[in-house]
């Protein structure tokens, strides 16, 4: 007998006799009585089952399929804390103040801060 994983998806009724090993009077005298549910999918010299559904009616369990192998890994692994600190970026720096254009601080200029005049339109007040 044959593996189901070898058999293919689609199947004679000859090999279907050979699966069931049963004869072709047999095979006859159960589809007439009803006891052979599978229907055929096609019709020609000799009816063509699906696979699947004569393996199901003849409780022959089909092995699983096998799982893609996994590839070997080539990463390292990396320290989820360092990759963190590498990641984030610094709100502040704690290096002392550098003389340059962008350099954060007060801007030279005039030491007073200029008056803040509002804008304001009173035209009752004219």
Known sequence: ?????DLPPRLLTSEVLQLARISARTF????????????????GAEDIYDRDAVLAA?????PPAPEPAQPA???????????SEARSR?????LPRADGRHAPGRVRGAEATAAVRLAVDNTAAD
Do not use: C, F, Y
């Not at 007998?1 to 994983?5: I, L, Y």
């Not at 003849?58 to 089909?62: E, F, P, T, V, W």
């Open 1 to 5: 007998m044959r593996e189901p994983a």
């Open 28 to 43: 006859r005298r159960r589809k007439r009585e009803g006891r052979w549910l599978v229907q055929p999918i096609d019709r």
């Open 58 to 62: 003849l409780n022959i369990a089909q």
């Open 73 to 83: 890994s080539t990463w390292k692994k990396a320290d989820a804390h360092a990759i």
């Open 90 to 94: 610094q709100v502040r720096s704690r």
